[in-house]
């Protein structure tokens, strides 16, 4: 996907699968099938976004781990942990993504079901099969695009476009 010059791309990405046997719920970690997941969506989206200038991830340590492989793989600009996607769902996101400048092109958002797909389907402007699949949620290792054309500051319900669903193999 390549980004025209008025336009910002935004990707959000549920975090790839995570075992149950942690303390606590922001304590659970990938496991091997988890990582290699997030390795090949990395991987993926490296053919579809070449850089990231603002990745935002989730403190909760499986979405941290889906986020190392694009920080590797991509060239990437700040990143930033930010508790607001783990504890206030969509709006948090948005409020994330409010205050950003307009030269900031590409974001990246790595955080948790339902979240993605409720924000990805709020945001769409089409009433399409895209718009169909992300309505039921997303499975684990999914990156959802978006083309985002008006400001930041004005992103809000179908103010952008879901070009694609990327998903791995289980």
Known sequence: MTTAPHRKTLVLVRHSKAGHDAPTDLERQLTSKGRTMADELARVLDRRISEIDLLLVSPAARARQTARPLQDRLRTGQVRVE????????????????????AVRTVVVVGHEPTVSILAHTLHDTDDDLAGQVSFGVPTATALLLEVTGPWAGLGPQQAHLSEIVTVRR
């Open 83 to 102: 508790p607001e996607i783990y504890h206030h769902g969509p709006h948090g996101i948005l409020g994330l993504l409010e205050p950003l400048p307009e």
